[in-house]
């Protein structure tokens, strides 16, 4: 594995539309949203938070407005109010989560530096838990990969591990659209 052959991978549940998130809808259309989805597929890990949406929508507006902000601070150019989530490198944990749902998969080198950044976890999580979030730009990352003396899979390990995932949040539309769609590719952990 080398820093060229990184992959982001975007999961859906087998419910829902693929790349979508629904905090860009207008309130109230969000709220109906995920009451529907939820109503739909109870027991479904992935709709917990849609089942308590009236926790989780202002938690994910903190989150993403806290991201935006940290990532224009960096340096990043988010065209995007809410990003598109993906994960570095695919995540046996979110295929499970969303129910082996499709996959995009999307080469790394391919978004610039201003408009992709990371979470080591997901990043809602990690505001409830920690009450900020520590956001990272790609040339942060490659440099924390390189304090694995560049071995990939072991900066891999290390990170799910403690967090499961590295979270990916693509701030421009225009870089998400999937060389492969690929539910065998994603579903593999490349650690």
């Not at 829902?16 to 949203?33: G, Q």
């Not at 990272?136 to 967090?163: C, E, P, W």
Request: charged share 20%.
């Amino acid at each position: 594995m080398t820093l060229d052959t990184l992959i982001l991978v975007h999961y859906d549940h087998p419910n829902c539309t693929p790349m979508c998130n629904i905090v860009r809808l207008p309130e109230k259309e969000a709220f109906a949203l995920a009451r529907q989805l939820a109503g739909q597929n109870k027991g479904a890990a992935a709709f917990h938070r849609f089942a308590d949406f009236q926790n989780y929508y202002p938690l994910r507006m903190r989150a993403d407005q806290l991201m935006r902000q940290a990532f224009i601070s960096l340096g990043g150019h988010p065209v995007a109010e809410h990003p598109l989530s993906f994960v570095l490198q695919g995540s046996d944990y979110l295929v499970r989560w969303f129910d082996k749902g499709p996959a995009t998969v999307i080469p790394m080198n391919r978004i610039p530096d201003e408009a992709i950044s990371f979470t080591y976890g997901d990043s809602c999580s990690t505001l409830l838990k920690n009450g900020r979030i520590e956001l990272v730009t790609k040339a942060m990352l490659l440099r924390h990969i390189q304090s694995y003396h560049g071995d990939i899979g072991a900066f891999m390990q290390a990170i799910t591990n403690q967090y499961h995932y590295i979270e990916v949040q693509i701030w421009n539309d225009v870089y998400c659209q999937p060389d492969q769609k690929s539910d065998d590719t994603a579903r593999r952990s490349e650690t």
